[in-house]
């Protein structure tokens, strides 16, 4: 039997897709597996058809790319309205206008209450359909300010919520008015005013800086072998580490931080930075403050772009789920 399809081959072929020079052997690979049983978790099976619609995409090859996402769709063992929203976008992008807008429709109330769901947005635009994206983000906005203003009551976490879902639905529709050289109104001036402050509301948290510092996975191991005092700082295991960066970074997010982002740490800079000094709390924040902002990568990525932590996986796949663990 052909080696069995992991979620990180899934991943690695997804990646290779915009650059590879034979993007059919890469989606006849992703959809082989599946025709023949090979995913080795099945419920990677939808996941792997939509990695091989994206390549068809990518490649120009649109029919395809929404068999190959309606058949997706099937093969999830939940509801996906990631999934849904891109068969709509195809839909749209292939003249079938009347059943692309019907699928999308029915998921546009996920922008009142999914951060995530500004994929909706992404398909629209990619179909040319940017007059429909601002209306929607318009109405999402006027609902969500709506019932700020009428809930006075919400938990800390709903309100932090509303507070990241406005920021983010007021900075995709300040773009994309931006990009179409529309004036400014009122809403414009709230995203310039939210961007504006978000570059000092990081002041304000009790989880650091801007950048926090991260240890890839050899180094996080090594890091405590060679400083076990360090062990009462830092998480059990590096899963859980990546967990608490990713965690710290959306709440930082929610609560209007910009310009976020992660460094990688190694035991060798370390350990030639600090010298003879006690390797503390201390010395790593002066440590990680020490280190060329050009190492720096920006948080967060594309939801289809490689992961922060290095795993190789989407970020969607990977760190993204533990945000909201």
Known sequence: MSELLTADRIDELGALGAKSPDPAALVAELVGAVDEGRVADPDDTGYALLVAADILVQAGDLADALALTTRAIAEQPEDDPYARSKRGG???RLGREDEGLAELTVLRPLLETDPDATYLIDDLADAGRTDTALEWLTAALD?????TRTQQHESEDAQDEAAAMIYGLAQRRHDLREDLGLPHDDYDNLADRLRAASD???DALEDGPATL????RAEFEALLARWPALADDFPATWDEHRAQ??????NAASLGGADLGVVAGTVAGLAAFAGDDPIDEETLDEYADSLDEAGVAAWPPGRNDACW???GAKYKKCCLPRSRS
Do not use: D, K, N, T
């Open 213 to 216: 510092l991260f240890w890839p």
């Open 90 to 92: 195809l839909l749209l």
């Open 309 to 311: 932590c290095g795993s």
């Open 143 to 147: 609902a969500i300010l709506e019932r």
């Open 245 to 250: 960066i990713e965690g710290a970074l959306a």
């Open 200 to 202: 000092h509301a990081l």
